[in-house]
């Protein structure tokens, strides 16, 4: 059995992460009689590191950052409701939805990996935003949400309160800045960073090249 790790740098406001993420399970499971074992492993990236505590508009943030129209935003918008379609996931993109700063929610991310939770977490923080419309960066959303997936909500409150984790989500995505990656989602497979939501055939691809490579 050939063991890989996957480096996914990824931001849980980001739409195409929770796209690629689903893709990547797909060429995982589409892998499995390959005799290859892979273990994805989670690490912030926020779209939006100055973004405001009250975040704004999700509409009007992503006309201004990209400079498109409003009939491009919508057109953007339609994309995505399609794709989340084709992996079972739902965008529930309402008119006053809002981009969110999300530093408090890679915190808790962090939390939960101490917990063996990462995974559960991301997953239902992509969920509480996207398809439930909720505010990921208010603390008593994130304690409720981290309760979910069974984490201690004291113990969120107090790891959130105190920004125990503050410097080493800090660190970590200064880290993977200093190596090159500026968009997300981006895979790190073997020694390959694949930028993206790639389909699932051409994660598969890079995922079997790594294990050769590392069997060579």
């Known amino acids: 059995m050939r063991t890989i790790t996957i480096d996914m740098v990824s931001d849980v406001v980001c739409p195409w992460c929770i796209v690629g993420y689903k893709h990547l399970q797909q060429a995982i499971d589409s892998l499995a ?3 290859i074992t892979v273990d994805v492993k989670f690490h912030p990236s926020e779209l939006n590191p100055a973004m405001t505590e009250e975040g704004q508009n999700l509409r009007e943030h992503v006309m201004e950052k990209y400079g498109i129209t409003e009939q491009q935003s919508g057109a953007n918008r339609q994309r995505l409701v399609e794709a989340g379609k084709a992996i079972g996931f739902e965008f529930n993109l309402a008119d006053d939805a809002t981009m969110q700063n999300t530093f408090k929610a890679h915190q808790l991310i962090h939390y939960a990996e101490e917990a063996g939770l990462a995974l559960a977490m991301k997953m239902r923080l992509f969920e509480a935003y996207f398809s439930e419309g909720k505010n990921i960066n208010n603390l008593d959303v994130l304690v409720q949400e981290g ?4 984490l201690d909500k004291l113990g969120i409150t107090e790891a959130l309160e105190s920004e125990r984790y503050a ?12 190596r090159g990656i ?5 895979f790190v497979i073997g020694n390959q960073g694949v930028a993206g939501a790639q389909e699932p055939a051409t994660l598969a691809a890079f995922i079997k090249d790594a294990a050769n490579s590392a069997n060579a």
Do not use: F, H, L, Y
Not at 147 to 150: M, N
Not at 167 to 178: G, L, P
Not at 182 to 186: A, D, M, R
């Open 167 to 178: 410097d080493i989500v800090r660190q970590k995505e200064s880290a993977w800045m200093q």
């Open 33 to 35: 009689q390959e005799n």
């Open 182 to 186: 500026q968009s997300v989602p981006t």
């Open 147 to 150: 309760g979910i997936v069974g």
